[in-house]
């Protein structure tokens, strides 16, 4: 994976599940650090949960964005819902997809989520 590719939905998962795992290992005492990192033992774990915290919202949009597309006919409402699902799920201040008309690379119809905050 390169620098600039975003992680895989399966990447995404294994380092959800290296980080609860840590999380549990430091709970439970079996460890006192977690390698790599030149921190306290609190600033690694609030850190390994806000990431874990992220990892799980990232999953979350990913399912619910599957679940839109499986449950929408009509692609301006399957759009608009993906741009919803960014924006309520993720964080995101906005979201916005453009459909373009590939013949003439016109842009046909744009929809967003978000510009009216």
Do not use: W
């Amino acid at each position: 994976m390169s620098v600039h590719e975003a992680p895989s939905y399966e990447e995404l998962k294994r380092r959800l599940d290296l980080a609860e795992s840590s999380i549990r290992a430091i709970r439970s005492g079996q460890v006192d650090a977690i390698i790599g990192e030149g921190q306290t033992l609190l600033v690694r774990l609030l850190q390994t949960e806000k990431r874990a915290a992220h990892v799980k919202n990232i999953l979350l949009a990913v399912r619910r964005v599957h679940q839109v597309i499986i449950r929408k006919n009509d692609q301006d409402q399957l759009i608009q819902k993906v741009c919803n699902t960014l924006t309520d799920t993720l964080g995101y201040c906005s979201a916005c997809i453009s459909l373009l008309d590939e013949s003439e690379k016109n842009v046909i119809s744009t929809i967003s989520s978000g510009f009216d905050k």
